[in-house]
């Protein structure tokens, strides 16, 4: 079951010195049934579907940050705080859809390629930004049946390669060390 799977990947990752936190909510959980917090409106505004795993993710998870931060997950708060298209002074530095906003900018005086970037980035919903050693991502397929997990870096974000056919596969595929989501150097 997926609540166990984001439980135990909290876990893992608290073992291996990342910040890692559940939502107060979630904190007795499973003795505690799992209340309804609801997917930020940024996300039910651009995507029609997003896996079911992972909105359980949005609802279980408060924190997941790589040592020395040079990546993490996004939560709900991540994309609540930045769900307009502007960031504030007293925002993080990055924004859920940080990629997007820097393609954006290098196509500025091309329409077209502004459109194939929008369009790629409403198919795809960053779930990890990464900062070191270069600038990367891994975004969930809306449009595949099963969440597909694809990575992405730069200079060309939006050329991708699927690396798990699932969030759920993503997060085995972490844990049992076929997949890493930070640098370990």
């Known amino acids: ?3 166990e799977q984001i439980v135990s990947f909290i876990e893992w990752n608290r ?11 979630a904190v007795d959980y499973p003795t505690k049934e799992l209340q309804s917090i609801p997917v930020p409106d940024v996300l039910t505004q651009r995507y ?3 896996p079911a795993a992972f909105a359980t993710w949005l609802q279980l998870v408060q924190i997941v940050v790589a040592p020395h931060g040079q990546a993490w997950f996004l939560t709900a708060t991540d994309y609540r705080e930045h769900s307009s298209n502007s960031i504030s ?5 990055f924004a859920w859809n940080e990629w997007e906003h820097m393609s954006l900018e290098a196509a500025a005086n091309d329409a ?17 930004m990464i900062v ?6 891994y975004a969930i397929d ?9 990575y992405g870096r730069e200079p060309e974000f939006e050329e991708s390669d699927e690396i798990a056919a699932s969030f759920e596969e993503f997060l ?12 370990q150097v």
Request: hydrophobic share 35%; proline share 5%.
């Open 1 to 3: 079951m997926i609540q």
């Open 15 to 25: 073992n291996r010195g990342c910040e890692a936190k559940l939502v107060h909510e």
């Open 48 to 50: 029609t579907t997003l």
């Open 89 to 93: 002074e007293q925002e993080a530095a």
């Open 112 to 128: 077209d390629w502004q459109q194939q970037i929008r369009t790629f980035w409403d198919r795809y919903v960053p779930i990890v």
């Open 132 to 137: 070191q050693p270069e600038y990367a991502f």
């Open 142 to 150: 809306t449009h595949s049946p099963d969440g597909a997990v694809i």
């Open 172 to 183: 085995r595929g972490i844990i049992d060390g076929t997949l890493k989501w930070y640098s």
